[in-house]
Every structure is written in structure tokens, then in C-alpha cells.
């Protein structure tokens, strides 16, 4: 096995309303005004508790409406030796 390191850097327009918090474990996520949490990863995952359960939107519309606001994307592969 080899290991595999992916860096995304993304840059979005979002709503003045969203924030920046942290969860106990200091993990920033993004807090949106509907009461839910948002942790991109290699997909947008919700909470209505960002120190409970992650899970995907079961809404192709909303998936749709955050990758429209992706601007730009830039990813690296680089494998990992030691």
C-alpha cells in the first residue's frame, strides 16, 4: 500500500449570513442560517449539530446550489513515500 495525499483548495461566493465556527474538537465549519452546519469535504456533509452525526443532503437541488458557488477549484495528487 502507498499512500496518497489530496490537497482542494476552493474559492466560493457564499451569503453574508453564513459563518465561521469551530466544534469542541476546534474543527472550523460553516454555520448556515437555516440552523444546519456544513463541512466541505470531498462532499458537502450537513449537521443540525455540528458535535452530532455528518451526512450528505438527500437534495440534488441544494448540492447543486453549493457547487454553484464554486468559483474555482484546484486540486493536487502526490503520493506519499517514506
Known amino acids: 500500500m502507498k499512500k496518497l495525499k489530496v490537497q482542494i483548495n476552493?474559492?466560493?461566493t457564499v451569503p453574508a449570513d453564513w459563518e465561521l465556527v469551530q466544534t469542541?474538537?476546534?474543527t472550523p465549519v460553516l454555520k448556515l442560517p437555516n440552523g444546519q452546519f456544513m463541512d466541505l469535504a470531498i462532499e458537502?456533509?450537513?449537521a443540525?449539530?455540528?458535535e452530532e452525526?455528518?451526512?450528505s443532503t438527500d437534495s440534488d437541488e441544494m448540492?447543486?446550489?453549493i457547487?454553484?458557488?464554486v468559483e474555482s477549484e484546484e486540486i493536487v495528487y502526490e503520493?506519499?513515500?517514506h
Open 63 to 65: 448540492l447543486n446550489d
Open 67 to 69: 457547487l454553484d458557488m
Open 53 to 55: 452525526t455528518w451526512s
Open 24 to 26: 469542541s474538537e476546534g
Open 79 to 81: 503520493f506519499v513515500t
Open 48 to 50: 443540525s449539530d455540528p
Open 10 to 12: 476552493l474559492e466560493m
Open 44 to 46: 458537502p456533509l450537513f
